[in-house]
């Protein structure tokens, strides 16, 4: 086997179609494919003010890598803001990973932990509350978290690591559990209706898949090895994504064809959904799509 381009020793086999790739290939299709969904969707404008979220990660530092790389290009204002949950043994590497590769890129590094903000970790969240699943209070917390931060920092944009296998699981488990009005908010860029109160996520790695992404963390060092959260075995994610890679395994092109599938009828859904009322949470003022929101509602039950 050698590189369909150059005939060099390849360095991944793309999944959908088969194709070899040596290093220098794969870099260049990577960024090319990045970049051609920022296009599209319209992901970056010129003097955004974009904040990357990072966990210390392959896929947070891959897209911060990529970031950079358009930052001067595009007279873009960057930083990196991490999420600290307080899971022991889990989050403090990653943490150093962040600090470590911010410091080396110049870029300014935020940190907001669950402790400061919603007065306990998850480790001790989950201690007190065992029977909840971390995952279903964490991932609320994680998002409202990023939002605040984002808004504060007054972002124009907030970019995250999801690539085509984090989309694919997504649009599974609301088709599953019946939650269309939230596989709406799906999407390259999230959300149905723009809203102050809501910075724009944007997903430049949506088209990629979580092999292309770790391959391109390895193939520029950002990170040493691939740790998964201690809690993730709980959820239903983890479920599902083994669903999909058992598939993808036995039908090559699986993920991307559920993927695509999806983005023709997205903006159906957008149109379905796009006159929900967005409120004012009674509580802590955040925005919800009722009285009081995620966040305030599962405080109320496990703090």
């Not at 220098?24 to 990045?34: N, P, Q, T, V, W």
């Not at 110049?106 to 509350?129: P, Q, V």
């Not at 609320?140 to 978290?145: D, T």
């Not at 959820?235 to 993920?255: A, C, V």
């Amino acid at each position: 086997m050698s590189c369909k381009f150059c005939k060099t020793k390849p360095v991944i086999t793309l999944t959908n179609n088969k194709i070899n790739l040596c290093k220098s290939c794969f870099i260049k299709y990577f960024e090319r494919k990045a970049l051609k969904t920022i296009k599209q969707y319209k992901l970056l404008e010129k003097k955004d003010n974009v904040v990357c979220a990072v966990s210390g990660g392959k896929d947070s530092l891959s897209v911060l890598n990529l970031l950079i790389k358009l930052k001067d290009k595009m007279n873009l204002t960057l930083t990196a803001l991490l999420i600290d949950e307080g899971i022991k043994g889990y989050r403090n590497k990653s943490i150093e990973n962040a600090k470590k590769f911010c410091k080396e890129k110049n870029i300014k590094l935020e940190i907001a932990s669950y402790k400061e903000n919603f007065g306990k970790t998850l480790d001790s969240m989950k201690k007190k509350n065992k029977n909840t699943i971390a995952c279903s209070m964490c991932g609320v917390f994680r998002r409202s978290l990023l939002n605040k931060k984002s808004r504060e920092l007054k972002a124009t944009k907030l970019a995250t690591g999801h690539n085509l296998d984090d989309e694919a699981q997504s649009i599974l488990m609301n088709q599953l559990r019946h939650n269309i009005a939230l596989s709406s908010r799906l999407g390259p860029i999230t959300g149905v209706k723009r809203d102050p109160r809501f910075i724009p996520r944007i997903k430049p790695f949506y088209f990629l898949t979580e092999k292309e992404v770790a391959t391109y963390a390895f193939l520029h060092n950002l990170v040493n090895d691939f740790n998964e959260c201690v809690y993730c075995e709980e959820s239903y994610r983890f479920e599902i994504r083994d669903l999909l890679n058992d598939m993808e395994q036995k039908h090559p092109g699986t993920k991307h064809a559920l993927v695509a599938s999806f983005i023709e009828v997205l903006p159906l859904l957008k149109n379905k959904f796009k006159d929900i009322e967005i409120r004012s949470c009674k509580n802590c003022g955040e925005p919800s799509s009722s009285e009081i929101c995620n966040v305030c509602q599962i405080i109320k039950k496990i703090i």
